[in-house]
């Protein structure tokens, strides 16, 4: 069992920066291809980004790329997001996600294991 835990959502102004972070308790993450998903209100979950096992691919949904960045820690301790120029249709919940899997995925249904989400405000 990995028990993932998102930190650093808040509220903050359209254009400005955010940087989330998602570690396992008690697990390292280099095990896993990792993902970062959100959910607004009234919507279904959908993709934002995705990194393979060994950080070296990565995918975007169309509507965050060239703003958000996904990465990995040295230590592989960690995954990060990286966004930039936020704007208000950002706000949601993110959630990271974990699959036993080299490869990364724009499927919610292929990863195992989810954080309980962070809440990202974006304000006009």
């Known amino acids: 069992q990995v028990q993932l835990v998102e930190s650093g959502g808040g509220l903050v102004q359209a254009g400005g920066s955010l940087r989330l972070s998602c570690a396992a308790s008690?697990?390292?993450?280099?095990?896993?291809?990792m993902g970062w998903f959100r959910q607004a209100p009234g919507q279904e979950r959908e993709f934002v980004a995705t990194?393979?096992?060994?950080?070296?691919?990565?995918e975007y949904a169309d509507s965050v790329k060239g703003r958000f960045t996904i990465s990995r820690g040295n230590a592989g301790d960690t995954v990060y997001l990286q966004m930039n120029s936020l704007n208000v249709e950002d706000t949601a919940v993110y959630y990271c996600a974990a699959r036993p899997s080299s490869s990364g995925s724009r499927l919610p249904t292929s990863f195992v294991f989810w954080g309980p989400g962070t809440q990202v405000t974006v304000s006009s």
């Open positions: 990194i393979s096992r060994n950080g070296e691919n990565s």
């Open positions: 008690g697990r390292t993450l280099s095990s896993f291809a």
